[in-house]
């Protein structure tokens, strides 16, 4: 089977190798050259555009930053669609709106070909590892002809139903990121400034009711060290942060802390925390509880 | 050694069974007497009252709903420090404010007696077992001496630092729990409205970056079998975060998601929650929800 793969970005580079070494004929595709080098270094195959992709291969992977890269990479004049032959199976990788995912679903019926979202979880780690979790909306059957390609990049599969519900899945799981990433934030400004120790705090929170996957990601390798190389940047975690308002206001659910952290990240990415991996929300805490004292 | 047992509530009775069993003389002490005759009836002893128990033990553990509480049992005319024998140690596993401890601690050394902050996590189920998280503030000496009753009750037990600084970690520890709690109650919500399969959604959260321990909590055993019998009372964990945002304050710093949870949490009592499991904020989410649709 023949793969394309576009956005050989922190995830898509390591997912794209994964699919690369499971036996999959695989063809990198990227914006910069320099991640398409890496990529050929490593034995991955580099040189199709995304039109010759779309023509060319069985299956084509994207995985990008934003909705609006997403939409360009498939409804562009020179994109997916426009190309495609009959028969391939397009996979969004990338977390974008449950709507977006419909309305491409829709767009490829028409062209012929079919269309899953496919929104992963685990970051950078479980991208190397081959152990993300991803979401899938769609067709089932479709589902079923890929699982091979998906099980090469992950861990725990999901189908979870119509096109967009990969998404929707997705997105509830970063309102619980953000939320509780700034839960992280705020409990670790407070033991500081109340004086005790944080490896100390740490250890016993872990082992409670407070523990989360998220602290225990954004404590020891992060906060402890006070290094904020992302992983996976702010500025990601505000989008998606933003996505889930519109899911929200769209189903009439109110998000309190949803909608709280939300604005505060915001205001983190507007005063230049954004490349700042997400726990450096805890370094923007304070310094705004800096300016309060 | 003569242990007394003050406030054999959800979290006291087990508590105080823990010590009798270990083999502490222990003595219970409850203002309803339906719970004092459910601990005699599984061999504890009864019949001190608080001045008899403050004279006769050598250690006096209370457990208590609310801060109120703690400060009439230890100041009022016939409290615990009125009566209290010379070398008695007090130990608070009430969740109150450090600064309460600080001054229960100041009191007690002035009578002649020691006083530790004990508060304790881990639930009625972590009661029960023995399992609890104890974190202990006070002098270092004084807690060596009573390690051996706080490890017939609990697992994790931790000498935190200074008089407070067990109730500093407990609040701490309680402002992520409903930060927590209120992450889930937005994603079910959400879930429910977008029309995904709850128990679907929970597995693949609980395997991903949104897992937490509250939520592996509330989902299984209280909202998928849609029954919210405490457990913890909600309107424990509102005045646990009302406690932490007087904390905060103290300590200048701002609570973005804790001060929009308090909020809420306060509102959800106010319109008749409170004695619901704190899991039971996902049914007021509902309900506000169902409002708006």
Redesign the interface.
Known sequence: MKVGFIGLGNMGLPMALNLHKAGFETYGKNRSEGKEKKFAEQGGNIGLSISELAAQMDVVITCLPMPADVEGVYTGADGLLASAKKGLILIDCSTVS?GLNQQLFAQAEQAGVSFLDAPV???TTGAEAGTL?I?VGGKEEVFNKVKPVLEAMGK?I?F??PSG?GS??K???Q???G??T???S??Y???K?????SD??F???T?????????D?HYPDFIAKESYEPGFALKLLTKDMNL?AG??EE???????????RE?LNRAVADGYGDLDMSGAYKY?LA??EK??
Do not use: W, Y
């Open positions: 449950p979880s685990g970051g979790s979401m725990n999901t979870v139903g519900s929707a899945a997105l509830i799981n309102l619980m990121v939320i509780h700034q839960a992280v705020e409990a400004a407070l033991s400034s109340f004086g005790l120790d100390m705090l250890n016993i929170l082992n409670s009711f407070a523990q989360s996957r998220i602290m990601r889930v899911m929200a189903c009439k659910v109110n998000l309190t802390a949803g909608s709280s952290v505060l805490q705004n509880d309060q004292k």
